[in-house]
């Protein structure tokens, strides 16, 4: 079926605003990871969810990050208290299982003004 | 921390010709080195990938050289072609470090016709 989608596909926003960033993964994939790609860089990971549970969150850099997935399939990326450096891609990859080849998404563009 | 070093960060080749982008790693526990490609406005897409109990591995035009004690692996483009301009990640993943993977900084490929 189709790939993995993220919406929206640019966001831009005040600092201190709050944002919501959603990801539909290949329908079936157990697995859901969030990247952060700064400009120049390659993706940095976040928070992965097995199911319904985030089994590893030690990528999100402060607690204005956080992320739900109360499913098992869609996910939101919430960000609190926007600061102009969250501004970046953020990317949203799924996989059949965990370690299983990573899908990508075409990421949301996110400005922090 | 950087565990995946990747150069260089740009890259110019005439159509034919044999880019060549270069990653070294930290971490002795990866066991898995994929590379991606990503085209702009779009997520990564895995491209190819090897262990290390090879040497080398080649698929189509694209061949990874792996080198385990050196801690080094490169990405060759053999007839590079405009279409394959992009910006190319390396990635090391494995049990040492989980299996989400560390990318490194990315090479912006131009072939020119």
């Known amino acids: 079926g189709a790939g993995v989608s993220q919406t929206p596909s640019n966001k831009v926003t005040e600092k201190g605003k709050y944002v919501e960033l959603r990801c539909d993964p290949i329908?079936?994939?157990?697995?859901l990871y969030w990247y952060r790609q700064s400009l120049g860089q390659g993706p940095e990971f976040l928070i992965y969810f097995q199911g319904t549970g985030a089994a590893d969150d030690s990528g999100l850099p402060n607690d204005r990050f956080f992320a739900v997935r109360p499913e098992g399939s869609v996910s939101t990326l919430k960000i609190q208290r926007t600061e102009r450096g969250d501004s970046a891609v953020y990317l949203c990859?799924?996989?059949?299982?965990?370690?299983?080849?990573?899908?990508f998404g075409p990421g949301t563009r996110l400005t922090v003004l | 921390q950087q565990q995946v070093k990747q150069s260089p960060q740009s890259l110019i080749v005439q159509k034919g010709g044999i880019p060549i982008i270069n990653c070294a790693y930290e971490n002795t526990a990866f066991d898995y080195f994929p590379w991606y490609q990503q085209f702009p406005g779009k997520g990564p897409a895995l491209l190819i990938a090897?262990?290390?109990?090879?040497s080398e591995k080649k698929e189509g035009r694209f061949t990874i050289s792996f080198n385990k004690s050196a801690k080094q692996f490169s990405l060759h483009i053999m007839d590079s072609q405009p279409g394959d301009s992009a910006t190319y990640f390396c990635a090391a993943s494995g049990p040492g470090g989980s299996y989400i993977p560390t990318f490194g900084r990315g090479t912006s490929l131009i072939v020119h016709p």
């Open positions: 990859a799924s996989s059949l299982v965990f370690g299983d080849t990573q899908y």
């Open positions: 090897i262990r290390p109990d090879v």
């Open positions: 329908s079936g994939h157990t697995a």
